[in-house]
């Protein structure tokens, strides 16, 4: 199965403010966007505080980093 990366649609929305045509999902995505920037095309999250910027990866980089947490390299 192909997972589609949770990113995309937030993305897209920020860098060309393009809605998916059901109004829900558009309501969705828009105001979700309000939470994440983009600084030198890599994805943040805005912190709740203190302007901290949270990096967003995809499931498969998740993955990796946690796997090589519990490896302990």
């Known amino acids: 199965m192909l997972e589609v990366d949770w990113r995309t649609n937030i993305i897209d929305y920020i860098l060309n403010e393009r809605l998916f045509a059901n109004k829900t999902e558009a309501e969705h995505i828009a105001r979700r966007s309000k939470d994440y920037v983009l600084v030198r095309n890599k994805f943040y999250k805005r912190g709740s505080h203190l302007g901290?910027?949270?990096?967003?990866?995809?499931?498969?980089?998740g993955k990796s980093f946690l796997e090589e947490i519990h490896e302990g390299n």
Do not use: A, D, I
């Not at 901290?52 to 980089?61: A, D, G, P, T, Y």
């Open 52 to 61: 901290v910027l949270m990096k967003c990866v995809s499931h498969e980089e």
